[in-house]
């Protein structure tokens, strides 16, 4: 595949690297009109003079030929009845400069709408909930192959296969026990005075008599993911204690034995950075040495507390600690494709404008997005889960969902949620 362009510029080999992946030949970019013209396989012209021959062709945007960040508010437009971004205005369909868009989250380079966390919010990206909703990256792509196809109909390319993957973040291990005398009283006190009587004999009751904790379902998660097949991800938070970091003390034995009991289990165990870490490196190369040591292993794979983080700031830290895997990719307020698509890719670093070693795996729906954000109901979920189920389905490639060990635990507000999760692992 050979694709010509009269610039060659990293932004443009990152957005065709990622456009043309599972092709059956080698894609490259030329800047010799005479070498284009002679090449006898598949090609596509991408440049603002027309081509002399009959040719799949693409009128850039500004966007893959330069180095800049220019804040954008592109609106929505359509080709084929696929919404994508009007990024200069003149209503193009530039599949390649689109695709780029998203993967590298560029809008959130200079977005300043911000949630109380620091997040950026899902009803500020572009194309808001409706477009979120749809992995357009992989739309483009088809769109993409479709327009080549038209000149080269012997061209293939392999689509990924759809796949479940079900994540388990551990913000607090245990609900009531392992958690200290000052603590464990202080909160039982909390209980009776705001009127939580049978949580406080549920506390009590757990302490007092080495009962089950009922956020200790994980061996109920490793039996239900290995019965039915299902890749099972964990990532845990080994803070210290803070106002968002609820943990209990990462060298706490019971803990370990959970953590390592995943572990032998054959699922990934990942490092879940704490609310503190996010701008301050020191403290997350501690947390991340402290899973290390617990491991006995490199910890290679992470997912950030509260899906916060910041661009590039917060995958730059990741990466100079050694992490080579994220797994933050989504939005806490709204179900979908964040980055537009439901494929692992490598992070492209708009800053020094190259393409990076980390590894970005989405997230397409989270628990609490569900629950405490969309307010549904577990059957209401459901429905909103079959539908992003069916979006990947058609696409290919993983539908990942996020969940909490606590979120399974049938308590709570989480009352009836274990079948949404059995629902959405299958």
Request: hydrophobic content about 40%; glycine content about 6%.
């Amino acid at each position: 595949m050979l694709v010509y362009s009269r610039i060659d510029h990293p932004r443009l080999r990152y957005a065709m690297q990622r456009a043309f992946e599972g092709l059956s030949e080698a894609t490259r970019i030329t800047a010799s009109q005479e070498e284009f013209k002679a090449h006898e396989g598949a090609k596509l012209w991408y440049d603002s003079d027309p081509c002399e021959i009959s040719v799949a062709s693409i009128i850039p945007v500004d966007v893959l030929w330069n180095g800049d960040i220019k804040p954008l508010q592109p609106g929505i437009v359509y080709w084929n009845s696929i919404p994508f971004p009007d990024l200069d205005g003149s209503g193009r369909f530039d599949p390649l400069a689109s695709i780029f868009f998203l993967l590298s989250r560029y809008e959130e380079y200079t977005a300043d709408a911000l949630d109380e966390h620091g997040r950026f919010s899902g009803h500020s990206a572009w194309g808001g909930v409706g477009i979120i909703a749809k992995p357009v990256v992989d739309l483009w792509r088809v769109a993409l192959l479709d327009m080549v196809r038209e000149h080269h109909t012997e061209l293939n390319m392999e689509m990924p296969p759809y796949r479940v993957v079900a994540t388990i973040d551990v913000d607090s291990a245990f609900a009531f026990r392992y958690k200290g005398i000052r603590r464990t009283i202080g909160a039982g006190l909390r209980d009776v005075v705001i009127g939580k009587w049978r949580q406080a004999f549920e506390r009590a009751h757990c302490v007092l008599t080495d009962g089950h904790d009922p956020f200790d379902t994980y061996d109920y998660i490793i039996d239900y993911c290995e019965q039915h097949r299902i890749e099972l991800r964990t990532f845990f938070l080994l803070a210290n204690r803070s106002r968002f970091d609820i943990n209990v003390d990462h060298r706490n034995d019971q803990l370990q034995d959970r953590i390592h009991d995943i572990l032998d289990a054959g699922a990934i165990v990942g490092i879940h950075p704490g609310y503190q870490s996010h701008d301050n490196i020191e403290i997350l190369q501690e947390e991340i040495q402290r899973l290390a040591h617990i491991l006995e292993e490199k910890v290679i794979h992470s997912r950030q507390h509260f899906l916060k983080f910041r661009l590039p700031e917060s995958y730059q830290r990741l990466m100079a600690c050694g992490i080579q895997h994220d797994h933050s990719m989504g939005y806490a307020d709204v179900p979908g494709f964040r980055a537009g698509t439901c494929r692992a890719f490598p992070w492209f670093d708009l800053q020094h404008n190259r393409e990076t070693a980390l590894m970005i795996h989405p997230v397409v729906v989270m628990d609490s997005t569900l629950n405490s954000y969309m307010h549904l109901s577990p059957d209401d979920a459901m429905v909103s889960i079959d539908g992003l189920r069916r979006e990947v389905q058609r696409v290919g490639g993983d539908f990942t969902s996020l969940w909490h060990n606590e979120t399974v635990a049938e308590r709570g507000i989480w009352k009836g949620w274990r079948a949404v999760w059995q629902h959405a692992i299958h």
